[in-house]
């Protein structure tokens, strides 16, 4: 069972950036997805990004054209920049790795939060 490591969140300023790590115990190379989640208070996981073994690229709506998801086999590391962070986009991020196309659950990391201040 692979293990997920999540790094990078922090306090930053509404307009700035931050890069988030999602490292793995494990090879990702056949992991079927990589995907990077958030919760704020009072709502619901939502998938922000997500990668496929494939490098194909998944992005919600609120982020796309700011946030842009990469995986680094060699390094069995998922990453996730963001950047013009907006108020909005505090929550909790959360890494998640599907073994395959029938994982429905996933492999969850133990979250990192990302604060972005007006």
Request: charged share 15%; net charge neutral.
């Amino acid at each position: 069972q692979v293990q997920l490591v999540e790094s990078g969140g922090g306090l930053v300023q509404a307009g700035g950036s931050l890069r988030l790590s999602c490292a793995a115990s494990v090879s990702i190379f056949s992991i079927y997805a990589m995907g990077w989640y958030r919760q704020a208070p009072g709502k619901q996981r939502e998938l922000v990004a997500s990668i496929t073994s494939g490098d194909s690229a998944y992005y919600v709506d609120s982020v796309k054209g700011r946030f842009t998801i990469s995986r680094d086999n060699a390094e069995n590391t998922v990453y996730l920049q963001m950047n013009s962070l907006k108020p909005e986009d505090t929550a909790v991020y959360y890494c998640n790795a599907r073994h395959s196309v029938y994982d429905y659950t996933g492999t969850w990391g133990q979250g990192t939060q990302v604060t972005v201040s007006s």
